[in-house]
């Protein structure tokens, strides 16, 4: 028989995860200006989604070998994990000491030495990590060791919720995945003081914000006009379609066939514009 422990959520709530993500989507940024100067070579950290998966799934979703560094979070028996390629971290430190090409590298353990070097890189993305959190990641975050197996890293125990950062990195030409695996009490305790979700209220206000932001098409257009089948089907190059649109007429702004505005043509830098005229007014 399978035990639900009700106080851990098998999903992040909606709120929680716009704000965890924004968080990840701002370290990320960081993480990609980092690597730029420290491989001297333009990087892009991107992050691509975040999931909510007990450790033993986050475990059996990445690679058997691969570099898996633990971290020990203030106050919390599970440790939160950054993985990443081991040959990725290989082909950075070959850069950052100075090589001007990109070697296919093993996915072997780091060298004393190279672990060292790693750890430098490894404490400023945690640093960066801190910050970008805020006030959700107060816990102080230490490296405490590498592992290169992931099935034998055991940051926690297998039922223990984690907070899943998926990211896509890419250096030159380059491009890897990696993970940063937080486990989820660290920053769901925060959320629920600071925003507690309740979700008997509100459902107006949320759908009503999620549809502003939803895509719609606008027209900037002539005024149309009507022609017979058999006009279409004669139709030849060089044939002119006259148009009941005068000249110093504006173009009309039209949203599913119906006309918002009127607008006049312009340029914004190298692209066509059009610059709003008049505004029709609509009944609610």
Request: some cysteine; glycine content about 4%; charged content about 20%.
């Amino acid at each position: 028989m399978n035990v639900h422990d009700f106080r851990r959520p098998a999903t992040l709530a909606r709120e929680h995860s716009r704000v965890i993500e924004s968080a990840f989507e701002t370290f990320a940024r960081q993480w990609g200006t980092q690597l730029t100067a420290k491989v001297r070579l333009k990087s892009v950290a991107r992050m691509d989604r975040l999931d909510l998966l007990s450790y033993d799934d986050y475990a059996a979703s990445v690679p058997a070998s691969t570099a898996v560094v633990l971290c020990e979070v203030e106050g919390v028996e599970a440790r939160a994990v950054i993985q990443f390629p081991a040959a990725t971290g290989l082909a950075w430190m070959n850069r950052m000491l100075g090589a001007s090409s990109d070697p296919p590298m093993p996915e072997r353990a780091f060298t004393q030495l190279e672990q060292a070097l790693m750890q430098r890189v490894l404490e400023e993305i945690l640093e960066d990590l801190q910050y970008s959190m805020g006030s959700l990641l107060s816990h102080e975050i230490r490296i405490e060791a590498f592992q290169y197996n992931s099935r034998f890293a055991q940051a926690a125990a297998p039922t223990e919720p984690m907070i899943v950062a998926h990211f896509t990195i890419t250096v030159g030409a380059t491009t890897s995945v990696a993970t940063i695996a937080i486990p989820a009490e660290v920053l769901l305790a925060k959320l629920q003081s600071a925003s507690p979700v309740d979700v008997s209220t509100g459902a107006r206000v949320r759908i009503r914000e999620q549809m502003e932001h939803v895509p719609v098409e606008l027209a900037v257009q002539l005024a149309q006009t009507s022609i017979t089948p058999r006009q279409v089907l004669d139709l030849a190059v060089g044939d002119i379609l006259p148009l009941p649109h005068l000249e110093n007429r504006p173009f009309d702004v039209e949203l599913k066939g119906v006309r918002l505005a009127t607008a006049a043509p312009a340029r914004n830098g190298a692209r066509a514009a059009a610059v709003i005229v008049t505004i029709e007014e609509h009944q609610p």
